[in-house]
């Protein structure tokens, strides 16, 4: 069933001065508004991630920070017409108290930055994104210098999603960023021109199990740009849904949850929503990449499969869009954490 969904237009605290979450903030904006006051620790979660694609590659990197623990990675996936099958470089860093792991408390407030295994800074800057990485792999040194844009008027998805008043998550996602920039493997060269950004930024306090569903894609169809923001089961019964559309830097809110089907094999996912026909798409994989992690606390199964989103999506002002073969990714995730 539809959400009834408050439509933010003005600045807003996350939390109480007591560190609970504060109910003027629950809703969606279009820009981010909210500021992240959080208080707390042990439940805390701050996260930045971003991923770029292009045609042919695609580059994701991870700041995290669980308090009692940080998380930095780098994930390189080629899947060019010179590889028979995708290749995938995957850096992980794990640091006890999250001590490696700088992030600001607002989207805006300050650059990420890594130390360690994996030396990272995420910087916002005037209308752009900079993301440096370096690392090593056992194919050379793995180090990118990347820009994320964000043409001025581009609408983003920014929701409060609660549980109660001591368990919330804001997250602000954004989708159909252009970006450009390079990424080296040893002697190889990615170049990221013909590439599209999309932006995970996360702040909120967690229940310590939580399984959800998260699906994007960016790109030009049906003669738009076209940002996919699907999302799912983590919020069913908050009243909040984490779904929207991006059509030309417009922004389209879902107030649906999305039915999600994907069985577990490579065969293609369908998202639809059940009550209307706003959303109905087939997601046809073409690369898998499974995760486990088990680090005393946390605990962690993840099923990230990229491929190609084709179906239709309506916008709020009626408008069918044709999606031909969006690149993107779905993913399922359980987390004890």
Not at 63 to 92: E, F, I
Request: proline share 6%; charged share 20%.
């Amino acid at each position: 069933m539809p959400t009834h969904e408050k439509e933010i237009t003005a600045p807003v605290d996350l939390c109480t001065p007591d560190g609970r979450l504060n109910p003027e903030a629950v809703g969606w904006s279009r820009t981010p508004l909210h500021r992240c006051n959080l208080r707390g620790w042990s439940r805390t979660k701050r996260w930045e991630y971003w991923c770029l694609t292009t045609p042919t590659h695609l580059v994701a990197l991870t700041l995290s920070s669980l308090d009692y623990l940080g998380l930095t990675s780098v994930y390189l996936l080629d899947y060019g017409p010179h590889r028979q099958h995708p290749t995938a470089t995957s850096v992980t860093a794990l640091s006890p108290l999250a001590r490696t792991v700088t992030l600001p408390r607002d989207l805006d407030g300050g650059q990420a930055r890594a130390t360690g295994k994996i030396t990272a800074t995420i910087t916002p800057t005037a209308g752009a994104t900079r993301l440096r990485f370096d690392c090593a792999t056992p194919h050379g040194r793995l180090t990118g210098d990347l820009t994320a844009l964000l043409p001025e008027g581009h609408e983003t998805l920014n929701v409060v999603v609660p549980w109660d008043d001591r368990r919330f998550q804001y997250t602000s996602k954004h989708t159909a960023r252009p970006a450009h920039g390079t990424v080296h493997l040893g002697d190889t060269r990615y170049d990221f021109t013909d590439a599209w950004a999309v932006l995970d930024h996360g702040r909120g306090r967690w229940p310590y199990s939580t399984h959800w569903h998260w699906g994007a894609a960016s790109g030009r169809t049906d003669g738009h740009t076209v940002g996919l923001q699907l999302g799912g089961t983590w919020t069913q019964g908050t009243g909040m849904t984490e779904n929207a559309l991006c059509i030309d830097g417009r922004l389209t809110k879902i107030g649906t949850e999305l039915r999600w089907h994907h069985p577990d094999n490579h065969k293609p996912w369908h998202l639809t929503t059940p009550d209307s026909d706003q959303v109905d798409l087939v997601f046809t994989p073409f690369h898998e990449r499974a995760e486990t992690t088990n680090a005393l606390l946390l605990r962690n199964h993840t099923r990230q499969c990229f491929g190609h989103y084709s179906g239709t999506v309506r916008t709020d002002d009626g408008t069918t869009i044709r999606i031909d073969r969006l690149l993107g990714w779905a993913e399922e995730v359980r987390m004890r954490w």
